[in-house]
Structures are given as C-alpha cells and as structure tokens.
Nanobody, 115 residues
Framework: QVQLVESGGGLVQDGGSLRLSCAAS??????VGWFRRAPGKAREFVAS????????YSADSVKGRFTISRDNAKNTVYLQMNNLKFEDTALYYC??????????WGQGTQVTVSS
C-alpha cells in the first residue's frame, strides 16, 4: 500500500524556519512535489524535485527561502523553509508521481506563521 506521510509542521514566528518531511512507503517515485492550501484559497504548487534530485522547481513566492531535497535511501523528501512569512501559513501536502502525474497525496501538515 502506497502511503505518504508529512511531518514537521507547526507554529513559528515570522522570520523563523521549519523543515517538512514527506516519507513515502510502498514504492519509489519519480517526481515528488510540495503543495499548499491556505484558508479560502486554491491549492498552489510550492516546489518539486526529480528522482535523482538533480532538477528542482520552486514557485516564485518561495524562491530563495524554501529548498527541496530528497534522500532516496530513506525514500523521503524534505522542504526546508527559511524566513517564513505570515502568508506562508497553509496546510502543506506532498504528492508523488510514479511516472509523470501526481497520483498519490499525503494528508498534509499545518504550518502557521505568526506575525
């Protein structure tokens, strides 16, 4: 059974840092991405990484602040979030693509940034 489990969310002050983890079980994946949904807003893409880790993409809103990485030995993808802002407050999800489509989604981990 394929499962994605996010962890690492929490409450942090403006300017603080958090590191999210997405642990996958059941199979390995090509692309893995992080998405977020803020209250009253649509889900938005945050960052993604290829299987080798050689290629990453980030939304303009997080470039220079968030870094995505992966440890294939642990089947885990990380999202290091620095200089967090109030507008980063959201439920963060990871999603995994066995090939080219995100087919598996985690339950999410809440990130709350206090101003």
């Amino acid at each position: 059974q394929v499962q994605l489990v996010e962890s690492g969310g929490g409450l942090v002050q403006d300017g603080g840092s958090l590191r999210l983890s997405c642990a996958a079980s059941g199979r390995t994946f090509n692309n893995v991405g992080w998405f977020r949904r803020a209250p009253g807003k649509a889900r938005e893409f945050v960052a993604s990484i290829t299987r080798s880790g050689g290629t990453t993409y980030s939304a303009d809103s997080v470039k220079g602040r968030f870094t995505i990485s992966r440890d294939n030995a642990k089947n885990t993808v990380y999202l290091q979030m620095n200089n967090l802002k109030f507008e980063d407050t959201a439920l963060y999800y990871c999603a995994a693509a066995p090939t080219n489509t995100y087919e598996y989604w985690g339950q999410g981990t809440q990130v709350t940034v206090s101003s």
